[in-house]
């Protein structure tokens, strides 16, 4: 299929809005570094960290700052279709470096709540990423992975890297796939990864992620820890190592 084949793209959407919504058409945007996050807990943090404040004409962004450099936080709904619906429309809008902020379950008996987990690939089981020419892994921008690794480096931040396992039916998670993922080295499983750095392959953007560990599936039950302290104090931590990326001279 071409691309004169679709019903509508990205910037068809964008340019609807701007000429049906009151506000200027220039006050649509968004500047080219943004978090992605995903839920209430997630765009508070974010927000106080990087100074930012709601947008007026859109209550799930927030406009800051990471040093000098303006950085948007844009808040998503969880699962595949939603995220890659908010990242199309943030691309559209401006953004070309996105970080993902946000957590996933481990299915590693070493990985406990509140630990760091950085993806270096997804595997796919969800039905988004097949719609942009997806397989059944998706890698994230070598670079901004590079450098979110030196930036936990840097503050002496714990950090798993490894695979993530990204589904939409999370309950249908079942033990048996959990575990024979695990055997193939996937350490976390979570709802967008794999969409999100399919997505940025094919619109050219830079994509990775950074997912606090919020609950343990790598026993014979589920362990959550969505309140826990420790797990709070973990995407603090990992707050930082994004921060200190999005302020940094990113090609």
């Not at 691309?3 to 000429?19: G, K, Q, S, T, V």
């Not at 992975?145 to 002496?156: E, I, M, Y």
């Not at 399919?198 to 039950?221: C, K, P, Y």
């Amino acid at each position: 299929m071409t691309r004169d084949d679709w019903f509508f793209e990205p910037h068809d959407f964008i340019r609807y809005l701007r000429a049906t919504r009151p506000e200027p058409p220039n006050r649509l945007r968004l500047p080219s570094r943004i978090v992605l996050v995903f839920g209430a807990y997630f765009q508070r943090v974010c927000s106080t960290a990087l100074r930012a404040r709601r947008a007026d004409w859109n209550s799930s962004i927030s406009l800051g700052y990471a040093g000098r450099r303006s950085v948007a936080v844009v808040r998503s709904t969880i699962g595949a279709p939603a995220s890659a619906i908010d990242l199309e429309e943030s691309i559209a809008l401006g953004a070309q470096t996105i970080i993902a902020f946000g957590s996933c379950g481990s299915v590693s008996k070493d990985l406990p709540i509140g630990l760091t987990v950085l993806p270096t690939a997804a595997y796919s089981d969800e039905g988004t990423s097949k719609h942009y020419g997806g397989s059944r892994w998706a890698r994230p921008d070598p670079e901004l992975v590079r450098r979110l690794r030196g930036a936990c480096h840097r503050r002496s931040l714990p950090v798993r890297e490894g695979t993530v396992w990204t589904i939409d039916a999370v309950y249908r998670e079942s033990r048996s796939r959990a575990r024979a993922l695990a055997q193939r080295g996937v350490v976390g499983v979570d709802m967008e990864a794999s969409a999100l750095y399919t997505i940025g392959r094919f619109r050219r953007t830079r994509v990775a992620s950074r997912l606090a560990v919020s609950d343990e599936l790598a026993g014979d039950a589920w362990y959550p820890g969505f309140t826990h302290p420790t797990f709070r104090q973990g995407v603090r931590a990992s707050l930082q190592a994004v921060v200190d990326v999005m302020s940094g001279g990113i090609p």
